[in-house]
């Protein structure tokens, strides 16, 4: 029943923004922490953000710190990822992820690539 759905990535230049959005279904929502994770090819999946079930602490990747900003909205159980000032190194597949009663939780994935 646990459902979540990633969406938002594209093509973007260096130095551009896009916005990654995932919808949740299937759980209280506002009772759990969110997680964003990204994967490039050839590449460990790393994980890229995280916030609380409130909202109120989010930590980041150093490789994101001050570019990339998490935030969620409870009422429309929806976590986001603003994501400015890109690199080609940003360029992967982002995953939205939760843990559930110990159990991994994953979005399909939305491609992010930073080209010129």
């Known amino acids: 029943q646990v459902q979540l759905v990633d969406s938002g990535g594209g093509l973007v230049q260096p130095g551009g923004s896009l916005r990654l959005s995932c919808a949740a279904s299937g759980f209280t929502f506002s009772y759990y922490a969110m997680n964003w994770y990204r994967q490039a090819p050839g590449k460990e999946r790393e994980l890229v953000a995280v916030i609380s079930s409130l909202g109120d602490t989010k930590n980041y990747a150093d490789s994101v710190k001050g570019r990339f900003t998490i935030s969620r909205d409870n009422a429309k159980n929806t976590v986001y990822l603003q994501m400015n000032s890109l690199k080609p190194e940003d360029t992967a597949v982002y995953f939205c992820?939760?843990?559930?009663?110990?159990?991994?939780?994953w979005g399909q994935g939305t491609q992010v690539t930073v080209s010129s």
């Open positions: 992820n939760a843990v559930i009663r110990g159990w991994h939780y």
